[in-house]
């Protein structure tokens, strides 16, 4: 089976950096995906990582160990329009790359 | 605007009465998705086309669910008989065939079963 974990909630003030970890269980590995949803509005695509290592994409970054099934999103500089959801998700292996979704981790960034 | 469209955005039904919405995909992309979604949770998938075909239902859609997509094109999602667990929004999402896997998310279909 799958199983994402990430914190629930997260809080911190504007111009800071954040961390939000996830951790996974997948019976095989096709990457992991970062997605963005602020409340009432569709998931958008943050990041996407198949290797291991450091992607840095403006003030976000995604980390990935497949060694220890864990992941991390780095948000530097942050701003009010961050306070969002972010939802870590695996494409299940063999099942046409559905995503399996952690629950989200809820930020709330502040002044 | 080329992104993925669904219809309608909100939708309140009694229950017991059957409801219908409609997802758009990207116009290239062959892959496409429906998703459902309650408050403090991921989305959970429910089932997946690839061209017309309905490659895969979740244990998640019951017989009162069923979803088509006629053309290969845009699908529409039924749900017959609703309850009020049925409340949550119903997301669709799209991918090329091929690529790296980003699945491009639609608004999302808001639905309340009173």
């Known amino acids: 089976g799958q199983n994402i974990d990430q914190p629930t909630e997260m809080t911190a003030t504007e111009g800071a950096i954040v961390q939000i970890n996830c951790t996974y269980q997948?019976?095989?590995?096709?990457?992991l995906f970062w997605y963005q949803q602020h409340a009432g509005e569709a998931p958008t695509f943050l990041s996407y990582n198949v290797l291991d290592g450091l992607e840095e994409k403006g003030r976000f970054s995604s980390f990935l160990s497949r060694s220890k099934g864990y992941s991390y999103l780095l948000l530097k500089e942050l701003q009010m329009k961050d306070s969002a959801s972010y939802l870590c998700a695996v494409p299940r292996s063999g099942g046409y790359n559905k995503l399996i979704f952690g629950a989200g981790t809820r930020l709330a960034v502040h002044p | 605007d080329t992104g993925v469209s669904q219809d309608p955005r909100h939708k309140i039904t009694k229950r017991g009465q059957n409801v219908t919405f409609r997802c758009d995909p990207i116009?290239?992309?062959?892959?496409l998705y429906w998703y459902r979604q309650t408050l403090g949770q991921g989305p959970e998938f429910l089932t997946y086309f690839q061209n017309e075909a309905q490659l895969e239902k979740s244990r998640l859609l019951s017989d009162r669910f069923s979803a088509e997509r006629p053309k290969g094109s845009f699908s529409t999602l039924e749900i017959q008989r609703t309850e009020q667990g049925d409340s949550a929004m119903y997301l669709c999402a799209s991918t090329e065939e091929g690529s790296t896997y980003e699945q491009y998310f639609g608004p999302g279909t808001r639905l309340t079963v009173t």
């Open positions: 997948t019976s095989g590995f096709n990457g």
């Open positions: 116009s290239e992309h062959n892959r």
